[in-house]
């Protein structure tokens, strides 16, 4: 089980003429991910989704707030014992192109991590190879014309995969996929989405799943939450069919309006609304709502103060006057 | 694409050939996919056993004769004779050992010793990169040239050892330097990150992941620091500011311009043109080969063997 309590984070980005500005990339970020559980983080892009996936495998240190994993929280950790828990939790890159070393074979980089874990459980080579063909086996690949292979010999989807079978060699506890499709072929998405969740059903591997993308985390199962992220903040969170179907906050709605549709099987919801105003990440922190001058259902307290996360109809949001609207699309 | 399930018995694990081509095999193919890359190949292969085999050919003392001094080019002195009536082909070929024993141990400890500075100070950044740097600093700012002349006066470059070493200390900044920014940028990239998160030491991240990206551009500086220390020591022995210990090239050049006057006397050109024809050839050699070391290290090349 793995936890996240106030995690904020600050970026200072120098400025070399003027004063260094802070960027504020997570504020008081909460969650909870259950062992075999999914959770999505959505937003656009900069919103500070993957800056929590990054903390979250300690690639990136929290400004302030604690990570637990398994009851321990890793900041209090000595620094030998903090790299081993986080190893549990691997994180699969965005970018299969940039994530697997050019000049190593598959078998070598199975091999380099194999290696250190067959040490650790005293087995030997024989133990390397079956292990090697087992999981390459279970993430679809046939390891008998993959093992010799560099990985520009590989698609982007076969590419995802062995990262995910590598990531499995530290048998991990947790996998954060930051956006692993976005960057694949279409047709080859679904493929490695059922994957995920085959390894969350059968070997009980929870999911940290970031996207942009609304409809590819509906894939990850029934009971995967979602969690909407805007300007490093949740705004909205609930179960994904309750969020989808049902969305209150004016962001949520705005990005389930933004998906494209079916033309001639589907028809856009009736609520449907298109923000044109660009996001920005402004520099002086606002009283009010983080989301206001974007948003088109703006009242005068929206400018005043900031909504919390409030509990209503079995969801959270943080909206001054949450409304359901129409506008994921429907079908014909 | 349906997901098999492991419940299912994994398949008997049969072990297989290994079906990937050896570095070598590789290598191999690289250098005959041209003829240039032949020739050039070829030529250092000559130079290399000229410089093994080359003193055995002949006696220690080189045959003297008196009735052939500065004799033109002919069929018993193909490349012309000196001030004795020595063959300069001769010569030549006992000559190239020092000259490229030293310069092959300058250009190793060079690369050796830049790409290992600069894989730590890019990859660990920080505290160590600034020590590094600055150390770096201090032996880019010292002119080579001048302190080599300094360090003669005291120091014994009979062996090419000691010519080797001291080539190598004034050359390594700017090896070291230049792998240090290819590592700032590899260590961005996502193999890099990856390989840290699965918990690999640091050791095996720097020399196996990000090593072999940059050893192309290691092996291409290999040949071209061979060819800059050969020109640093034949200059410095033209320059007569090293003892002579031992007959070579440069010593050859010196005896030439400064001894028998061929810059004026047209006898004594086959003497003078020996070396630099030596000199030329090897270069060429190595430049033609230059282009086939990108190839070799290029895992993309790889496949089509």
Redesign the interface.
Known sequence: MIEIKNLQKFFQIKAKFSNHKTVHAVRNVNLTISSGGALCLIGESGCGKTTIGRMLCGMERPSSGSIIIDGQDISRLKRGARAKLLQKIQLIHQDPYQALNPTHTIEQMMKATLKKVAKQKKKDVDWIRQRMDELLKLVGLDPETILFKYPHMLSGGQRQRVIIARALTVEPEMLIADEVVSMIDVSLRLGILKLLRYLRERHNISILFITHDIASARYLGNDTELYVVYKGMVIERGRTERVIRRPQHPYTQALLSAMPILKGIEKPGKDRFVITSQFKQSEEETRGCLFADRCPFKQSICDEKQPELIHNDDAYHACFFPKVRQVAAESI | ???????QP??A?K??P???VSFWKAAWKSITRKKSRIIGFAIIILFTLMAIFGPYLYSSHLPINTNAIYAPISWKYPLGTDFEGTSNLALIITGARYVLLAAALGALFTVIFGTVMGLIAGYFVGWSDSIIMRITDFFLTIPSFPLLVVLSTVWNFGHPLAMGFILGITSWGGMARAVRSQTLSLRE???V????????SPF?ILF??IL??V?SYIGMNLLTSITGCIYAEVGLFFLGVVPFHVNNWGVMLNMAVFSAGAMSSPDALPYLLSPLLALLLLTLGIVLFLDAVDEM?N??L??DV
Do not use: Q, W
């Not at chain 2, 694409?1 to 419940?7: E, L, R, S, V, W």
């Not at chain 2, 990150?193 to 690999?200: D, V």
């Open positions: 694409m349906p997901i098999p399930d492991t419940a994994v398949h694990f072990p297989k290994y079906n990937g990239r996502g193999f990150e990856a390989a840290r998160g699965l918990g690999l095996y196996r992941e072999p990206n050893s290290f895992p993309r790889k496949e």
